[in-house]
């Protein structure tokens, strides 16, 4: 079910892919502040706006849908 507050339209929100060194060099840090390290695998996409400001929730809530779109999905 819904949580309350949860929207009853699906969000969308467009972020551009990284390369996954890219991904392996800024995974781990979060504002500055150092992280537990986290493995970035060669199966893994991914994607986020390195400047901030665009995210997802930070649960996850179903699976992915196809290359390039992900229905339900927000991982933190």
């Not at 840090?29 to 400001?53: N, Y």
């Not at 995210?55 to 991982?75: M, P, R, W, Y």
């Amino acid at each position: 079910g819904l949580s309350p507050g949860s929207p009853r339209r699906l969000q969308e929100l467009q972020v551009p892919l990284l390369a996954l060194s890219q991904c392996r060099k800024l995974y781990g840090t979060d504002l500055g502040r150092e992280l537990p390290p986290r493995r970035i695998e060669d199966d893994m996409i991914c994607a986020g706006d390195t400047r901030g400001g665009r995210d997802s929730c930070k649960v996850t809530l179903g699976t992915s849908a196809g290359l390039g779109t992900s229905a339900g999905l927000g991982t933190s």
